[in-house]
């Protein structure tokens, strides 16, 4: 089974374009935090993302650079001669479903995230009195 999903930001502007036939398709790159960082450096790996037809469309419409984005679909890879003659191998993304991924304050500088008040936890709230009264 082939199937890779992940969330990452954009890491650049998606551009909608058209085959030769009207087929819209999109070309972008995604980075995704690794899970560990080397020297408290964080790293990232990126990943060419091609979405075709409506998923080009959504894209493209809708994210930006730098915006959080939800992915799934299948690695492929294919074959080119290069200008030099050398044989490369791309691989890429292939997008089955595109999704919004973060919340409000990911799209807010660093700057303001560290000034955002921080999140309730359920042990933050205590318990209720049970009175037996339903107020509706």
Not at 48 to 56: D, K
Not at 86 to 113: M, Y
């Amino acid at each position: 089974m082939n199937t890779i999903e992940f969330v990452g930001r954009l890491a650049k502007e998606p551009e909608l374009q058209k085959t030769q036939s009207g087929v819209p398709y999109c070309n972008t790159s995604v980075a995704v935090d690794r899970s560990f960082s080397k020297d408290g450096k964080r790293e990232a790996d990126f990943f060419n993302i091609v979405a075709w037809r409506h998923n080009a469309e959504f894209l493209s419409k809708y994210f930006t650079k730098g915006r959080w984005v939800h992915l799934v679909g299948e690695m492929q890879s294919r074959k080119y001669t290069g200008k030099d003659g050398v044989e490369r191998t791309v691989w890429e993304v292939i997008v089955d479903k595109v999704g919004f991924a973060g919340d409000r304050a990911a799209a807010l500088t660093d700057e303001a995230v560290q000034d955002a008040p921080p999140r309730r936890r359920a042990s933050d709230f205590g318990d209720v009195e049970d009175d037996n009264h339903v107020p509706f």
